[in-house]
């Protein structure tokens, strides 16, 4: 397992898959295909691509990236590269920096081209969370062709250097790919903890029982450093009644060290940290790891980030009878000075539970 990475300005995280886990003439041309793409325009409307094709003995026989806006894409760009070089890729492998897209843009889905170059196996170190572009890994799976995406298959360090990369990017792209609900447990008063940061139980059996579904309904379970360090959450999806299988990924945001005790980091690798203050790049690191449904369960520093960055596409608010007087409130500072810019809500639905209410809301 890694250990938390210092804080860096751009996305960062851990996760505790080994830092190779491909053969090591695909990691050296992951890295070369990374060195390419960083040789594209930064901050435009693309992302900066990299491409290296290796042929069965592992040695290259094209090397592309992307140049902007209407130009080749890294993949058209290598394959190119090694027609110009009397090299035939068939049989060999492209590696590239994201997945190929199966959209026909100006310049023609990728997926299709590396296909009919008779290229054997894919490799790309971030899936491609556009509603529009993504999917080219399973189209090209399906044409049986071996296909090795994400930070599972190329190891997190060449997943997370993909990321630093094209971040801003991959955020934008990502963000109506994963759907954030944002949930709190209050008081009458608003209050999240006790003056003293005591925080268990605010609601009764029902409504965690509730929220135990909603975890199993989710791919990730997301909470700041300071919720990791006063509750020290297993954050685990425990239904009544349910068969054990996997979990959601765990996610703690925030640059504080995570302790190697804590109850976060679990027994089953299904453990991140995201060491960012942006929930932009949160959820660039929810979705490249394939993450579509995210509960974010505070506390009230990190849902307020999320909150006025507008990351939040749902609410569970569950209220208790309870007043507590003092303590930390659900929401801090929104920028909201006035009533008319109070950020207001839709109310889907509201359910009694037990003592407690749960109000379901989604963006006004
Ligand atoms: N009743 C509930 O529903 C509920 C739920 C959760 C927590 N709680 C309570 O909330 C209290 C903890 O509150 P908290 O606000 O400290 O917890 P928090 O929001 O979980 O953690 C705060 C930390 O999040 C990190 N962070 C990430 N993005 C940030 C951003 N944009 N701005 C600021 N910080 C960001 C920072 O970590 P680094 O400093 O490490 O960078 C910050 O110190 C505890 O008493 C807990 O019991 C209650």
């Given amino acids: 397992m890694h250990d938390p990475h210092p804080p860096q300005p751009a996305a960062a995280g851990t996760a505790p898959l080994p830092a190779t886990v491909l053969p090591a003439a695909e990691h050296a041309a992951l890295r070369r295909a990374l060195e390419l793409a960083a040789r594209g325009p930064a901050d435009t409307p693309n992302p900066q691509v990299g491409c290296v094709l290796l042929a069965p003995d592992g040695t290259t026989l094209g090397e592309g990236h992307h140049r902007g806006a209407g130009t080749p894409h890294a ?26 897209c199966r959209h026909t843009g100006r310049t023609g889905p990728c997926a299709r081209a590396l296909r009919e170059a008779g290229v ?65 447990a209050t008081t009458l008063d608003g209050r999240v903890a006790a003056a003293d940061g005591t925080s268990r139980w605010i609601t009764g059996p029902a409504a965690r029982e509730h929220a135990h579904r909603v975890r199993a309904g989710v791919d990730a379970i997301v909470v700041g450093t300071g919720t990791v360090r006063a509750d020290d959450p297993a954050l685990t999806a425990r239904p009544a009644g349910a068969v054990a299988g996997p979990q959601p990924l765990r996610v703690a945001v925030g640059r504080r060290p995570v302790p190697a005790t804590a109850r976060i980091r679990g027994s089953d690798g299904r453990f991140l940290q995201a060491t960012t203050h942006d ?24 849902g307020t980030a999320f909150l006025r960055a507008g990351a939040v596409d749902e609410l569970h608010a569950y209220l208790a009878p309870v007043h507590l007087g003092a303590g930390a409130a659900a929401v801090g500072d929104l920028g909201v000075t006035t009533i008319d810019g109070a950020l207001r809500w839709r109310t889907v639905h509201v359910d009694p539970l037990g003592e407690d209410v749960l109000l379901v809301a989604r963006p006004a």
């Fill in 75 to 100: 993949e058209a760009d290598a394959l190119a590269d090694a027609a110009a070089r009397g090299h035939d890729p068939r049989g060999g492998t492209a590696v590239v920096t994201l997945e190929p």
């Fill in 120 to 184: 054997a196996r894919v490799v790309f170190a971030l899936p491609d969370p556009g509603a529009a572009e993504g999917g080219g890994g399973a189209e090209l799976a399906a044409a049986g062709i071996d296909v090795a995406g994400g930070p599972a298959a190329v190891g997190e360090e060449l997943a997370e250097s993909a990321l630093d990369l094209i971040g801003p990017w991959y955020a934008r792209a990502a963000r109506p790919a994963v759907h954030v609900i944002l949930k709190t």
């Fill in 279 to 302: 929930p932009a790049l949160v959820i660039a690191h929810l979705a490249a790891r394939g993450v579509r449904r995210a509960v974010l369960e505070g506390g009230p520093r990190l």
